[in-house]
Structures are given as structure tokens and as C-alpha cells.
């Protein structure tokens, strides 16, 4: 069903010098589905969830070619043809990290950084997209009474609800995770979880996981990416 | 057991060292501060001159060493607005912006800048001031502000170099998180790496400050006098206390000048110290005001 496809990968390849890191991939996720992506260490799972929003362009080097097509509102766009500026497409097209990262300032800050950057100023508005999207990441009834506190005061979960809130903000359509909860214990992890999987009512999930069971749990498609190519599982 | 024993030896080795280095800087600090401390006073400053009329420039001052302490502040000042900001935005280009190639050619340019002697440096201002008096105005001579473009020259490298380095040491995850969440690489850059990078850029300013303050080769040749006043202009001679440090340790002709002399460094390194910790608490402030205020 060519409507329903969020991201098309249509012979893609991935280098770092001479070094073919991914081998003309073809495939295609669905929006609003979790899709998880297994596989060994080194393959190049984070690095696939980087060609997405173009993270890939900061590493000097590194050289991809193929098509890559994603359906952000109505029209689609290919981030490796440049037809969107960089800034609009990682709004839309957002990413959380292995390492939870909140900005050495406090928690509303944070919260309203991305938006300041998009260049929004008003600030009821701004307070508004913040407090929604705490609450989307389960967050906002912890931190109400304290978000003009430190946000690296955080717990090592309540930091990464935090990134994952920081990235909801701009009301993505395209959430990237780099193994989201591999720095979190048992409990923290299974919050993420949950919240993960109450996200794809809003946007389409890609999620890179080492854990097999977190994959069952969560994943509507699980996909492996061995010896450069991606499979389905 | 014998890379127990020399871990520990290796341990109390360095230990030792790193105490013999503070005793050091304290006996030397101790030193100047016994030495200098008897002729601290007004007299030392302002000479016989009223110290209210002679900061409000309605009296000049002939036997303390006021001027020299205005023109080091001037001299300080002018060098570090000189070299702050191309020192800091070539630092920014060469981490952000620069290809491997030119990052390697400008960075052996910066190396072998900061390896010319500053009497070489000092040299070149001489020609610069020769230059303009003859090509352009009677006006220009060895003045203030050859002797600040002189110093920044020679302090450019340090900043450049802390610059850059402070900026390419910053983590990938910190250079990632803005950019992740849609920041251009010059909000990037203006709101997240140099507010992070500021502790290791300050460092570089800081040393390009004592080094300023210090340097007696490069004034030496391009403007400073044993009198001259307080300077009136960017184009006039000044007096600088490196210079009087320098000029009274060879010409005394008793303990008690000699003991100016040591008055006047100490008041050199409180000055150097006001001025580390203005630039540290612009740091903080600078710090504060821009660190992702997006």
C-alpha cells in the first residue's frame, strides 16, 4: 500500500572512505508501526538510522548513494537529494541516543530549546507544546513542581524521557532510537518502553535494540542488518 | 610485587615534584612580596603628585609609576580587542568550517607564528611604524597601538590554537544534540559548542592576557619610553611597568630604587590577576547569556 509507506530505501549504499558499511538496501517501513532493527555490534544500525536525518553528513568521509524517500505530511521528500534544508528535516525527522543528553540548563529550557531554534517566540505557546509533550513522554507529573531546576539532576530514565519529550516537542513524524534504553536499568527501561510504544499513534519508530525480548515486546516488524544488508526477521 | 613498588615510587616520585613546584611559585611569590611589599604605598604610584588630580589627568606625574601602570592596562586592552576576535573566529573556522587541507596548512601557519621569537615580532612592528611614517603620515611612529598590534600577533596563535582545540575536544554527543533537534550548524555552533568550549577558549585568553602584560621585546621596539606620561593618544609613546621593571633592575642606583622595581611587579602581577579574574567573570557572565539561549 504505497499510502501507508512512511520511508522507502531503494538501493542504498553506505560508505566511510573505501569501506562499504551498507550494501544497496531496499526496504520500506509503515507509519505509525515500530519497526526494530537487530543485529551484531558494527554493522551499521546507527549509522542506517542516520541516514534518515542525514546525521551521517557531520562524519567527514562518509558517502552514501541510493534513494532514500520519506513521507513527511503529504509529500515526500529525499533527504540524500537535498530537497529539504537539514534543520526542517531533523524537526520532522528526530532522533533519541543510546546516551540520554539533556543540555547542562534546566528542565523548561530544554524542553524549549528546539523550539527556540525553529525560531518560535511566543511564549505561552511555547509553554504549551512543553507541557504536552511531557506528558506524552510520561514526565510532566514528576518535573511540574521543578522545571526550573537542573536537568542533569535527573535520574538516568527520567533524562531520557526527558530527550525523548525534548524531540516530541517539535511534533515529529519520524522518531529515531538509538537503543534507547541500553544505559537504563530494568524498571526505567520498561517506562521507555511503554512510552515507545504509546508514540506510534503519533509517528512511525525505528528503534535499534540489542535486546530480543524488548524487540517481542514492542516491535511490530523486526528487521536484522547483517553483512552490510538489512533483513526481515 | 616490583610494579607495585614502582607504581608507588612513580606516585611519591610525581608527588614530590608536584610539591617542589607549589614551594617554588610560593617561595617565589614570597620573594617578590618581602622584597617589594616596604615600597608599596602612594608614593610608589603617584610620587609626589595629588593621586585625585593625577587620575583625572589634571596633573601628570613624573616619579611614580602611574603612567606605566595606565599604559600597561591600555596596552593590555587594546592587544586583547585586537586579538580576540580574529583569534577566536579563525579558532571557530579552522574546528567548524575548514577542510582537512587548509586546516592543516593554517594550522602549521598558526605553529610557526607562535614560534617567532616576540624580539623578531617586536622587529616587524618597528617596520610597520617605519613604513607608515614614510608612506603615509609624520604622524605614525612606534606608538600604542603598533605596540597592541604587535603583542596581538603575537598572542593570536594561543587563542587561535586554545580555540580550536577546546572546540574539536567537545564530545560527539554534545556536537550531536542540537543538530538532532534541528539546529543550523551556526546555531549549532553560537549556542551549544562555544558556550561548552568557553572553559578551554578562556584559557587561551587568559594566557594571551599574562603574556601581553608581560612582554618587554616587542614594546621594547615599538613605543614604549622611560617618559612619556600617561598616554593621550593611540599614536603617542607610552610607559609601560614590564618596560620599568626591565629598565630600573639595570640602571639602580640604590636599594631603594631597586626596591620600586620590585613594587612595580607586584603591582604588574595584581594587575594581570584583576585582569584574569575580569576575563573569568566575563566567562561566567558570557557563559550565562548565551548557553542555549536560542
Redesign the interface.
Known amino acids: 500500500m504505497e499510502t501507508k509507506d512512511k520511508i522507502i530505501f531503494n538501493g542504498v549504499s553506505f560508505f566511510y572512505g573505501r569501506n562499504r558499511v551498507l550494501d544497496t538496501i531496499y526496504a520500506k517501513f509503515q507509519e505509525h508501526t515500530i519497526t526494530a532493527i537487530t543485529g551484531p555490534s558494527g554493522q551499521g544500525k546507527s549509522t542506517l538510522l542516520g541516514l534518515l536525518?542525514c546525521?551521517w553528513n557531520?562524519i567527514?568521509g562518509a558517502r552514501c548513494t541510493g534513494e532514500i524517500r520519506i513521507r513527511l505530511g503529504n509529500d515526500w521528500v529525499s533527504p540524500l537529494e537535498k530537497d529539504i534544508p537539514?534543520?526542517?528535516l531533523?524537526?520532522k525527522v528526530?532522533?533519541i541516543?543510546q546516551?540520554p543528553?539533556p543540555?547542562?540548563?534546566s528542565i523548561a529550557?530544554n524542553m524549549a530549546?528546539?523550539l527556540?531554534?525553529?525560531g518560535m517566540r511566543d511564549k505561552s505557546l511555547i509553554e504549551e507544546k512543553v507541557r504536552n509533550a511531557l506528558v506524552q513522554a510520561f514526565l510532566w507529573e514528576e518535573v511540574r513542581d521543578r522545571m526550573e531546576k537542573s536537568a542533569l539532576d535527573l535520574s538516568g530514565g527520567q533524562k531520557q524521557r526527558l530527550c525523548i519529550a525534548?524531540?516530541l516537542v517539535?511534533e515529529p513524524e519520524v522518531l529515531l532510537c538509538d537503543e534507547p534504553t541500553s544505559s537504563l536499568d530494568a524498571r526505567a527501561g520498561g517506562i521507555i518502553e511503554e512510552l515507545l510504544v504509546s508514540l506510534k499513534a503519533h509517528c512511525t519508530l525505528l528503534v535499534v535494540s540489542h535486546y530480543m525480548d524488548q524487540v517481542r515486546r514492542i516491535a511490530d516488524r523486526v528487521m536484522t542488518l547483517q553483512d552490510q544488508g538489512l533483513r526481515p526477521i | 610485587m616490583i610494579h607495585g613498588i614502582a607504581e608507588k615510587a612513580i606516585a611519591v616520585f610525581s608527588w614530590v615534584l608536584t610539591l617542589a613546584l607549589c614551594l617554588s611559585v610560593a617561595f617565589f611569590l614570597g620573594y617578590l612580596f618581602f622584597r617589594g611589599f616596604p615600597s608599596l604605598g602612594k608614593e610608589l604610584i603617584f610620587g609626589q603628585a595629588d593621586p585625585l588630580k593625577a587620575v583625572m589627568g589634571s596633573i601628570r606625574v613624573f616619579e611614580g609609576i602611574f603612567p606605566a601602570i595606565v599604559g600597561t592596562i591600555c596596552l593590555v586592552v587594546l592587544s586583547a580587542t585586537l586579538a580576540l576576535p580574529v583569534g577566536v573566529c579563525s579558532g571557530i573556522y579552522l574546528a567548524e568550517y575548514a577542510g582537512?587541507g587548509m586546516k592543516k596548512l593554517l594550522g602549521m601557519l598558526f605553529d610557526i607564528l607562535a614560534g617567532i621569537p616576540s624580539i623578531v615580532i617586536g622587529l616587524f612592528g618597528f617596520s610597520l611604524a617605519v613604513f607608515l611614517h614614510n608612506h603615509f603620515s609624520d604622524h605614525f611612529g612606534p606608538c600604542l597601538l603598533i605596540s597592541a598590534l604587535s603583542l596581538a600577533v603575537l598572542v593570536l596563535p594561543y587563542i587561535v590554537r586554545s580555540t580550536q582545540t577546546s572546540l574539536e575536544e567537545l564530545p560527539v554527543?554534545?556536537?550531536?544534540?542540537?543538530?538532532?533537534?534541528?539546529?543550523?550548524k551556526l546555531?549549532n555552533t553560537v549556542?551549544?559548542l562555544i558556550p561548552n568550549a568557553l572553559s578551554g577558549i578562556s584559557s587561551g585568553i587568559f594566557l594571551a592576557i599574562g603574556r601581553c602584560a608581560e612582554d618587554t621585546a616587542v614594546i621594547l621596539l615599538t613605543g614604549v619610553v622611560a617618559t612619556a606620561g600617561v598616554p593621550s593618544s593611540l599614536l603617542s609613546q607610552y610607559e609601560a611597568l614590564p618596560f620599568f621593571i626591565y629598565y630600573i633592575s639595570n640602571q639602580y642606583s640604590n636599594q631603594a630604587e631597586l626596591s620600586r622595581g620590585y613594587g612595580a611587579c607586584l603591582i604588574l602581577l595584581g594587575i594581570c590577576a584583576a585582569l584574569f579574574l575580569l576575563a573569568y567573570g566575563m566567562k561566567k557572565h558570557l557563559s550565562y547569556r548565551t548557553?542555549?539561549?536560542?
Open positions: 536525518n546525521m557531520e567527514p537539514l534543520p526542517l531533523r524537526r528526530a532522533m541516543f546516551e543528553n543540555l547542562p540548563m529550557k530549546f528546539p527556540k531554534l525553529a525534548r524531540a517539535l | 582537512p554527543s554534545i556536537r550531536k544534540t542540537a543538530l538532532a533537534l534541528g539546529a543550523s546555531q549556542y551549544v548557553l542555549y539561549r536560542a
